[in-house]
């Protein structure tokens, strides 16, 4: 039944991918969603024997890779952890997966686009089912791939292979990183399985390798090289460049990409790894200020953007932040409550964005909507729905998550626990959450409710979607009502042992019960910072003050955001642009061109012209002189080889009797 969880997906995308064309779209797409709605049943089953019934499975499939003590196996883990992201993939997959039906009907390749959506689930199951590190790897680089192939699913658009590409190449230094941090854990450890790394990790806290005659603890380098991984995949500060622009693919995948897969594969792998992070602060230092800056930049760039899908995706990557910085305040399990909750808030919002762009005919740019609450009153009960739970209103589901987060940075702050790190993280956290709630509501007043601004033909064919698109649409609106609810007190409730060993914490790092205790006016901050953002929002798009705040500053500073702090355009200049003047000069105009051709068949033919004429006549084109050639040299080769063994046996046999 476990192993079927994985399979399922794989075998539905084997059956639109390669039969696509015979089955048509009505066969594939049936074949599809059936395969992977049976993965989320039994994945239902498989969270009530794990989570419930506290029964751990390890199965061991087949032998992979033997060589000295390198031992790796196929083997699965199920464990808390495990159940919980199966869960969370495979509902928001199916839901994506019905969605897609409706939303792709009139694509002629909508059994390859099924097929990459199920091989975009199946990947991200193996990679949180794995219980080694290389298999683990497999699953993390196959979630790359088929975000390279959904994000370019559109091929003949130019905007599409870039960002497909950007995506690729961005992601290519984190999982340097990562795979280096195998190697690591491969050299201290001298294996790559998670129950001999987690158990040894104590017995290595004190352990230091020597560079250059410099002492570097092992565990904050394997740590370091993690979290490098994980910036790449979630999209942290620094690498989150490709993440704006992975909205070049159809809407569902950015549904699918934001709140159940990719993006959440390095909060996972830091959550998986907390008993090996747990033994250094200094990782644990890292993740907090990275965590906070990722936040406020992501929320503040948020702001300024005009495209529907790119202020979603800003979203997405602010609450990435709150995860890592959960992560390196010892709150594993916040932080893995935080990203189930986002999975369905997120997808909602997503897929209530899609439902906007496909009754406007694909257009995305928010300043061209408006007034859409009258055509689209579903619609936007939903989106707002999805957007007070990202804000964190009140009793929805972000509120239980995002809200304890920053209660916790709050006992940090208090306690004078990493003193600089902690206030720099909650005043950081706390301004994201104005942020988040200004641009979560300003997206609601440019789409819904100021004036329109589209043409009239758009106006004219307006409608809400099929029951396709809104049933799922209604699933993730209970989802983002009740699921923070009903998760709280078995993800993070006092003295819930759901998690069992899957999460390791230290006592010392623990101050996890202190935030029952803090002092409620501090509690009422994050909202009292929520309902300004919507205020300001409400009173910008109301009274139309922005108008008046047209000076040169305010224009320069919404210029620089809107840009995204020109982060893409410095990495050109410095970096890209001087890597690709290099391969040109010097690697290929003075080293291949000059260096290796002087030397090689150019030079020879300059010195010796009469031989290279020879050699030249050999190329007459006819099949027959090749043939006669590759014979002649394997004869020759042959006859050398057998000499050269007559030698040796000859030279055995005289040893032998010497």
């Not at 009754?359 to 009153?377: H, T």
């Amino acid at each position: 039944m476990y192993l079927l969880i994985l399979w399922l997906p794989l075998l539905g995308s084997f059956f639109s991918g390669f039969l696509g064309r015979f089955l048509g779209h009505k066969g594939s797409s049936v074949i599809s969603v059936i395969c992977v709605f049976l993965s989320m049943l039994l994945s239902f089953v498989a969270f009530y024997e794990v989570g419930f019934m506290g029964l751990n499975y390890c199965i061991m499939l087949s032998p992979w890779v033997e060589v000295g003590i390198l031992k790796i196996s196929w083997s699965f883990l199920f464990d808390s952890l495990t159940v919980t992201m199966l869960v969370v993939i495979t509902v928001i997959s199916s839901l994506v997966h019905l969605y897609s039906l409706e939303y792709m009907q009139n694509d002629p390749h909508l059994p390859r686009f099924m097929s990459f959506l199920e091989i975009f689930t199946f990947f991200m199951l193996v990679l949180v089912t794995a219980d080694n590190l290389v298999q683990m790897f497999v699953g993390w680089e196959g979630v790359g791939l088929a975000s390279y192939l959904l994000i370019n699913f559109w091929f003949t658009r130019l905007a599409a292979n870039q960002s497909a590409i950007k995506a690729l190449v961005v992601n290519r230094i984190g999982d340097f990183g990562l795979s280096l941090g195998i190697l690591t854990v491969f050299y201290i450890f001298q294996s790559v399985d998670y129950f001999i790394i987690f158990s040894l990790s104590p017995l290595f806290s004190n352990y230091c390798l020597n560079f250059g005659g410099v002492n570097i603890s092992g565990l904050t380098l394997i740590g370091v090289f993690l979290f490098i991984g994980a910036v790449g995949k979630s999209a942290q500060l620094g690498l989150h460049t490709w993440l704006p622009d992975a909205m070049e693919g159809p809407t569902p995948v950015s549904a699918l990409i934001h709140a159940a897969t990719m993006v959440t594969a390095g909060v996972f792998l830091l959550i998986r790894f907390s008993p090996l992070l747990e033994f250094s602060s200094t990782v644990l230092n890292i993740l907090v200020l990275f965590g906070s800056l990722t936040a406020f930049f992501a929320g503040m760039s948020g702001i300024f953007q005009n495209d529907l899908k790119r202020v979603i995706a800003y979203s997405t990557c602010s609450q990435l932040g709150y995860m890592v910085f959960a992560c390196g305040i010892s709150c594993y399990n916040v932080s893995m409550f935080h990203l189930a909750n986002h999975a369905f808030f997120k997808a909602l919002l997503f897929l209530s964005a899609g439902s906007v762009i496909h009754a406007l005919a694909n257009e995305q740019d928010m300043r061209r909507m408006g007034s859409l609450i009258k055509f689209l009153p579903l619609t936007y009960s939903l989106m707002l729905i999805g957007s007070l739970a990202l804000a964190g209103f009140p009793f929805l589901t972000g509120f239980y998550s995002k809200d304890f987060v920053l209660e916790l940075a709050q006992v940090m702050l208090n306690k004078n626990i990493h003193s600089i790190e902690g206030a720099f993280a909650c005043w950081l956290g706390n301004l994201s959450v104005f942020f988040t709630a200004f641009y979560s509501f300003r997206l609601i007043y440019l789409t819904f409710i100021n004036s329109v601004n589209t043409t009239r033909e758009n106006i004219l064919k307006i409608h809400e979607p099929s029951l396709l698109m809104l049933i799922p649409l209604i699933v993730l609106g209970f989802g983002s009502i009740f699921i923070g609810y009903l998760g709280k007190d078995l993800f993070i409730g006092l003295g819930t042992d759901f998690w069992k060993s899957s999460i390791i914490t230290l006592p010392s790092n623990s101050y996890f019960i202190e935030a029952e205790w803090l002092n409620v006016n501090l509690k009422w901050l994050p909202f009292a910072l929520s309902a300004l953002g919507v205020s300001l929002a409400t009173i910008i798009n109301v009274t139309k003050t922005h108008i008046y705040l047209y000076n040169t500053f305010y224009r320069n500073i919404c210029f620089l955001i809107n840009k995204k702090w020109y982060w893409d355009v410095l990495y050109n200049r410095f970096l890209v642009y001087p890597i690709l003047n290099f391969g040109y000069l010097v690697s290929f105009k003075n080293v291949d061109r000059g260096f290796i051709e002087l030397l090689g068949p150019y030079g020879f033919s300059k010195i010796v012209p009469t031989w290279s004429y020879i050699f030249s006549q050999l190329q007459t084109g006819q099949l027959s002189h090749y043939l006669f050639f590759i014979v002649l040299g394997a004869c020759l080769f042959f006859l050398i080889i057998f000499h050269q063994i007559k030698l040796l046996i000859f030279y055995s046999v005289l040893i032998f009797f010497i």
